[in-house]
């Protein structure tokens, strides 16, 4: 009996143990449902939000192309109405001129055959007496006033049309790309974590183009403008106000993805691997064109020499990176997170910098070689190799 009431007496203890923490596991669970419950409703909101706000962009646009179509049929029926009334213009002024002269063909005709009837007249009397009777010519139209040169008429208006045409493509194409930008750049959730392994790298990999316009004339393009090579003397590139001087810099064509991965492989004394954006300066002071040096730019820094060292760049100030100097370097680009990253890349990936902001306008990417002793020194935008390997962050 005894040995029953004390299994009792432990079990009675065993349960009320495990009724504690049966009831902390459901507060827990009840809690996790709460939290959950409040996420569900805050997404909902979101949907409701995304929904209410696409709407509204879709109906504003409408708007906006409706009147756009309503100005370029206005156009069209000013052009048409233009064309139409000054058609009017130059054939009433020729038919005017035509008619003249056709009454004035008819006049002499007559005169001349007034003329050939006197000349048949016998009598010297009689010829005489009506010659000296003869009516003078009315004035007549100089013809050497009415100049008609080959010309092509309305042909030119056409040629005027198709040139706006052609202005207005390239500029929807460039706005397009800018709409398209901002349409995808719309990422109501969290932006996804940077990947841990190379191929989650390459998933966003992008393809990268110098732009020669931006090119520092001592900077010689290859490789379908994805090679820049620094050379002896200045190139016979356009004088512009984009173009880098006299610092050997170089931005993409196109600005970068919201999310996306790049390499660059360099040879020489030194290379600055950067992000700006366009709005960066371009002529010769330093610290305003400068790559790393402003507040328009980023930028890693590699040099050989004086024993090697590698530095992070920003506002002009430097920050030592740690972490093995290699040829091959990778970048990756969060713009929505803030998010931008330097990989060392040889046979595995190392962390040398990342960097957490806000970017406030698109980016490009962009390469300084060194200003000085550099000839021949090269800095590629190449294809990301495929080796399969992991990140190690420093």
């Not at 990936?349 to 970017?359: D, G, I, N």
Request: charged share 25%.
């Amino acid at each position: 009996m005894l040995c029953l009431d004390h299994n009792t007496v432990a079990a009675a203890a065993e349960r009320t143990e495990r009724q504690r923490e049966l009831e902390v596991s459901r507060q827990n669970i009840q809690q996790r449902i709460q939290d959950r419950e409040k996420y569900v409703k805050l997404l909902q909101q979101e949907v409701e939000a995304i929904n209410s706000s696409a709407n509204t962009v879709v109906e504003d646009s409408e708007e906006i192309f409706t009147d756009l179509i309503r100005l370029m049929e206005k156009r069209r029926s000013d052009v048409k109405q233009q064309v139409r009334s000054q058609q009017e213009t130059e054939v009433s002024r020729v038919k005017e001129l035509q008619e003249k002269l056709e009454q004035e063909i008819t006049e002499l005709k007559r005169k001349d055959a007034e003329l050939m009837k006197l000349s048949h007249t016998e009598d010297h009397t009689q010829f005489l007496h009506n010659y000296s009777s003869l009516s003078p010519l009315s004035e007549s139209t100089d013809l050497s006033s009415i100049v008609i040169c080959p010309r092509r008429y309305f042909e030119d208006v056409t040629e005027v049309v198709s040139d706006l045409a052609e202005k207005l493509e390239d500029y929807e194409c460039e706005e397009w790309t800018n709409i398209s930008q901002t349409v995808t750049d719309v990422d109501v959730l969290l932006s996804q974590p940077e990947p841990k392994t190379r191929a989650g790298f390459l998933k966003y990999s992008c393809d990268v183009i110098m732009d020669p316009n931006t090119a520092n004339g001592k900077l010689i393009l290859s490789e379908g403008d994805r090679k820049a090579t620094v050379g002896g003397i200045f190139q016979h590139y356009s004088n512009n106000a984009v173009r880098f001087y006299p610092w050997f810099q170089v931005l993409s064509k196109e600005c970068l993805p919201r999310r996306c991965y790049w390499e660059v492989e360099w040879r020489g004394r030194g290379v600055w691997i950067a992000v700006a954006y366009e709005s960066i300066g371009r002529r010769r002071i330093m610290e305003e064109c400068g790559f790393g040096l402003n507040d328009k730019s980023w930028a890693l820094h590699f040099n050989h020499s004086n024993g090697g060292f590698s530095r992070f760049w920003h506002k002009n100030v430097s920050t030592p990176v740690s972490g093995p100097q290699s040829s091959r370097v990778g970048v990756y680009l969060d713009h929505s997170a803030g998010i931008l990253s330097f990989y060392s890349v040889s046979e595995t990936m190392t962390l040398l910098h990342r960097v957490q902001t806000t970017f406030t306008q698109p980016l490009y990417a962009g390469l300084w070689l060194q200003p000085y002793d550099s000839v021949g020194d090269t800095a590629e935008f190449c294809t990301p190799s495929s080796f399969s390997a992991d990140v190690t962050c420093l």
